[in-house]
C-alpha cells in the first residue's frame, strides 16, 4: 500500500534504493530501525511512568516489546513503582 504522502514514482525510487542495498547494509538498517523503536518505546514507557526506576522501567519495556511472563522470566518479579 502506497503512503499517502508519497507518489507512486518517489515510492518507487525508494523501493530500488532498498532493492540495491548489500546484506550487510539491509543489517545496519534494521538494526538502525530496531535501536529507534526499542528508544521510541522506552521513552513511552518513561513519560507513563515519571518518576521509574531503572530496573522498573526495562522490566515495564520488556512487557511492552515481549510480555509481562517474558519480563518476569528475564527480570523476576515486577519491581515496586
Known amino acids: 500500500m502506497l503512503p499517502l504522502d508519497v507518489t507512486p514514482a518517489q515510492q518507487a525510487r525508494h523501493d530500488e534504493h532498498l532493492r540495491r542495498l548489500s546484506e550487510p547494509q539491509r543489517a545496519a538498517l ?3 530501525l ?3 523503536g526499542r528508544q521510541l518505546a522506552e521513552a513511552g514507557v518513561r513519560a ?3 518518576g521509574a526506576s531503572a530496573p ?3 522490566w515495564l ?3 511492552v516489546i ?3 511472563a517474558t519480563a518476569a522470566r528475564l527480570h523476576g518479579a515486577r519491581p515496586a513503582e
Request: hydrophobic share 40%; charged share 20%; net charge neutral.
Open 66 to 68: 515481549y510480555d509481562e
Open 61 to 63: 519495556l520488556t512487557s
Open 48 to 50: 507513563r511512568n515519571p
Open 30 to 32: 534494521v538494526a538502525g
Open 56 to 58: 522498573l522501567v526495562r
Open 34 to 36: 530496531w535501536a529507534t
